[in-house]
């Protein structure tokens, strides 16, 4: 740290914390007696924190965020250059950088070609059920308004993305839920025996032909959108089984579906592909996507999609009702694209994409070489810089590893300098995945050191 804050400066930090900050996903109950943790800087890969202690980041901002690492001046100047010129203005009209940087990320995404930008991830995906409810309006009367989501998956949280939330204990006591959305089981191969009939070979043909049953139970004339993301983030770093993305698609493209996939989590570089999507060959309807847009720098969402679906509102232009009747505060400030803009230039001219490849096949042999050595990892999964580890009591019986347990590694990382995620809280009796998702400079000396701490981990905590 540059030793910029005094010690007086801090205990008053520490204090205003305490006495007003009500922090995401805590309870607060401990901080009565204990003081919360301040992070005050960050450069590259570590963070620290108020006390001066370094922590190398494995989770990106702990929620997959800051994809090109801390410390980045060029865009933070990118920012400063640009609101001083114009900062905002409503996105009922254009900025330069908003169709700059829609102009760069469409390059990136062959088939797609309109970008809608907002300010969250979760507002993203409420532009998109939006669309696929208004077009089921216009075209078929209002049937075929039903949207199917999965279970595990996760899409925000608003009561509208909840709606379609796959993850219970995230759920709980927020309802009711908005009507007209429709769970569809999810595709997790290492846990195929929780499904009955599910069959050992060609699961992933088996587990997308379970959406169809959905359908064909709803009735396809009422189903309009099918909201999936890429890679399960949350719900426990669920890579799709081979063959299920494109029976998706054959699905979707057989009962006019509308695919949206979230790629809040994985889209901009996280798995090795711009999108988490492009390595399976599906052409979405929609795709959304949030953190990793702008790494956290300024605020930036986005709702993208194809000229298709952004024609059908603009078909009647004597209609007065028919156009896209929405508007994102903040979806016009500059910040965000200027920031988008620096980001994507990082990614290409570092050729981070690569990296990414190249670390993320790093993590999981180290990985795989843990879950030789401890019992205790049942199942190694992941898709580019994009990690998970199942921890189970029992290999035979796949029985998980009670959550507090699983927690108790990521606290030992912490006291030992590395800072990874577990799932906690989401799904119930299956808060057990230890999630890695290291910014896309990671070298191979960084992924060495976080899997060498949660080698540590394992073994205090399991003996």
Request: charged content about 20%; some cysteine.
């Amino acid at each position: 740290m540059d030793g910029k804050f005094t010690e007086n400066d801090i205990s008053h930090i520490v204090s205003a914390d305490k006495a007003h900050v009500w922090h995401h996903l805590s309870q607060h109950k401990p901080y009565e007696t204990n003081d919360p943790r301040i992070i005050v800087e960050g450069r590259g890969m570590s963070v620290w924190d108020h006390a001066g202690r370094e922590f190398l980041d494995a989770v990106s901002g702990a929620v997959w965020t800051v994809n090109v690492g801390y410390g980045r001046e060029r865009i933070a100047d990118a920012v400063r250059d640009q609101i001083l010129k114009m900062n905002y203005f409503a996105g009922s009209m254009g900025t330069v950088p908003g169709a700059v940087f829609s102009e760069m990320l469409i390059d990136k995404m062959p088939g797609m070609n309109r970008v809608y930008y907002c300010n969250s991830g979760s507002e993203a995906n409420e532009k998109a059920f939006k669309m696929i409810r208004q077009i089921a309006h216009k075209k078929y009367g209002g049937t075929k308004h039903k949207i199917l989501y999965r279970e595990r998956d996760y899409h925000g949280t608003t009561i509208g993305a909840l709606s379609a939330g796959g993850q219970d204990e995230r759920n709980a006591q927020y309802g009711p839920f908005a009507p007209g959305f429709v769970r569809v089981p999810h595709c997790l191969e290492y846990r195929r025996h929780e499904q009955e009939g599910a069959p050992v070979e060609n699961y992933g043909l088996w587990a997308a032909e379970q959406i169809e049953k959905v359908i064909l139970a709803e009735g396809p004339d009422t189903v309009g959108g099918l909201c999936l993301e890429p890679v399960t983030a949350g719900g426990g770093v669920i890579t799709p089984p081979e063959g299920y993305w494109q029976k998706v698609q054959e699905i979707c493209d057989k009962y006019g579906v509308l695919l949206h996939i979230d790629e809040v989590v994985c889209g901009v570089g996280r798995t090795g592909e711009w999108f988490g999507y492009q390595h399976y060959g599906v052409k979405p309807d929609f795709v959304t996507m949030a953190k990793g847009l702008a790494s956290g720098y300024a605020a930036i969402a986005a709702l993208v999609t194809t000229e298709e679906v952004f024609d059908a509102f603009k078909d009647n232009a004597d209609d007065p009702l028919n156009y896209f009747r929405d508007i994102s505060t903040f979806g016009g400030c500059t910040a965000g694209p200027a920031a988008a803009i620096e980001n994507m230039n990082i990614i290409i001219e570092e050729d981070l994409l690569a990296n990414t490849t190249a670390m993320g096949a790093r993590m999981m042999e180290n990985l795989a070489a843990l879950q030789e050595k401890h019992a205790v990892i049942g199942d190694v999964r992941g898709k580019g810089l994009f990690c998970g580890a199942e921890l189970v009591a029992d290999r035979t019986t796949k029985e998980p590893v009670a959550e507090k347990l699983a927690q108790a590694v990521t606290a030992d990382c912490m006291a030992n300098g590395v800072i990874i995620g577990v799932t906690n809280r989401s799904v119930p009796g299956y808060n057990n995945t230890l999630c890695f998702s290291p910014a896309l400079i990671a070298t191979a000396d960084d992924i060495d050191r976080i899997t060498d701490a949660v080698d540590g981990a394992l073994g205090r905590v399991f003996g």
